[in-house]
């Protein structure tokens, strides 16, 4: 999304790093007109080799037909845009991988990551959890859920921009996994408090946030994100209602998905002052989830 004669983002969930070489020749080609990447299903391998890509076959994942993980997908990408970007990773949870052939991953962190470009004046990087602790299931067995955040200072103006991956869960009754629950509205509501404090503490009326938010379009718990914190004091535009998008995934999905599930998941909101000059759907040979910028 690029944001009028200032920023441009680009929010993408990279599928756990599946698309191996063309998710990394994709994301070397969007730096060039990418100031922050804000990246979910991103693993994180302390140590490992960062000019070397780590694959674990997940044998849970053939159905998809793209079933290598790529373990230092967040080493393998500061590696390349090393020289235009700096990385910061956030994790939600650490384990040990176990590899089809038997080979295991020990302390294999699992999260979200910000590239932002080298230059940009950024004030503050953080991470604010919005569902459990680290490590920390939910009652329903939900992972933890961590938003990630940069505060940016550019040409006289103040930025925060924040994104994280909405919880997954299935609904026992009706089998989405999209749908309102106490756990999403809880999220919801958490975000939203987080959002405000950070725009509270710098006077920042320039908010851009989204990730892959697990959510259908006509849900509570994404309502609640377009109107704001409980205080009124910041609504939020949702360009994807704004702009009619009814499609934000790719065609790798639609390859193993079932026909007519919801091909709702991933958003980008922005606080009223933000003056919006172009939002596209890129990357779509690089994960089963379109990255918007």
Same mark, same amino acid.
């Given at each position: 999304?690029?944001?009028?004669?200032?920023?441009?983002?680009?929010?993408?969930?990279?599928?756990?790093?599946?698309?191996?070489?063309?998710?990394?020749?994709?994301?070397?080609?969007?730096?060039?007109?990418?100031?922050?990447?804000?990246?979910?299903?991103?693993?994180? #391998?302390?140590?490992?080799?960062?000019?070397?890509?780590?694959?674990?076959?997940?044998?849970?994942?053939?159905?998809?037909?793209?079933?290598?993980?790529?373990?230092?997908?967040?080493?393998?990408?500061?590696?390349?845009?090393?020289?235009?970007?700096?990385?910061?990773?956030?994790?939600?949870?650490?384990?040990?991988?176990?590899?089809?052939?038997?080979?295991?991953?020990?302390?294999?962190?699992?999260?979200?990551?910000?590239?932002?470009?080298?230059?940009?004046?950024?004030?503050?990087?953080? +991470?604010?959890?919005?569902?459990?602790?680290?490590?920390?299931?939910?009652?329903?067995?939900?992972?933890?859920?961590?938003?990630?955040?940069?505060?940016?200072?550019?040409?006289?103006?103040?930025? #925060?921009?924040?994104?994280?991956?909405?919880?997954?869960?299935?609904?026992?009754?009706?089998? +989405?996994?999209? +749908?309102?629950?106490?756990?999403?509205? !809880?999220?919801?509501?958490?975000?939203?408090?987080?959002?405000?404090?950070?725009?509270?503490?710098?006077?920042?009326?320039?908010?851009?946030?989204?990730?892959?938010?697990?959510?259908?379009?006509?849900?509570?718990?994404?309502?609640?994100?377009?109107?704001? +914190?409980?205080?009124? #004091?910041?609504?939020?535009?949702?360009?994807?209602?704004?702009?009619?998008?009814?499609?934000?995934?790719?065609?790798?999905?639609?390859?193993? !998905?079932?026909?007519? !599930?919801?091909?709702?998941?991933?958003?980008?909101?922005?606080?009223?002052?933000?003056?919006?000059?172009?939002?596209? #759907?890129?990357?779509?040979?690089?994960?089963?989830?379109?990255?918007?910028?």
């Amino acid at each position: 999304m690029k944001e009028r004669n200032m920023l441009t983002t680009t929010f993408g969930n990279n599928w756990g790093g599946r698309r191996g070489q063309a998710l990394i020749d994709y994301m070397v080609q969007q730096a060039q007109q990418t100031d922050v990447f804000a990246l979910t299903e991103v693993n994180h #391998l302390p140590g490992a080799d960062p000019k070397v890509p780590v694959y674990m076959t997940n044998p849970s994942d053939k159905k998809t037909g793209h079933d290598q993980i790529m373990l230092n997908q967040f080493e393998v990408l500061r590696s390349e845009l090393l020289w235009s970007h700096a990385g910061h990773f956030a994790g939600e949870n650490s384990e040990t991988y176990k590899c089809a052939t038997g080979k295991q991953y020990p302390c294999t962190q699992y999260g979200n990551a910000m590239f932002s470009r080298i230059g940009l004046n950024v004030i503050e990087t953080g +991470s604010v959890f919005i569902l459990g602790n680290f490590n920390q299931r939910a009652e329903n067995g939900s992972s933890p859920r961590v938003m990630q955040y940069k505060v940016i200072f550019k040409d006289g103006q103040w930025y #925060l921009i924040a994104h994280f991956h909405g919880v997954w869960y299935k609904d026992p009754d009706t089998g +989405s996994t999209k +749908s309102d629950g106490p756990v999403r509205i !809880t999220q919801s509501a958490n975000v939203l408090t987080a959002l405000e404090k950070i725009a509270v503490k710098y006077a920042i009326s320039k908010v851009i946030f989204g990730g892959d938010f697990n959510l259908d379009i006509d849900t509570v718990a994404l309502r609640m994100l377009e109107q704001g +914190s409980a205080a009124g #004091l910041m609504g939020y535009r949702n360009l994807i209602r704004e702009r009619n998008i009814t499609d934000t995934r790719t065609a790798l999905y639609r390859d193993y !998905t079932t026909p007519g !599930t919801s091909l709702y998941a991933d958003y980008v909101f922005v606080s009223e002052s933000v003056r919006v000059e172009d939002i596209q #759907l890129v990357g779509q040979h690089a994960s089963d989830h379109a990255h918007i910028q």
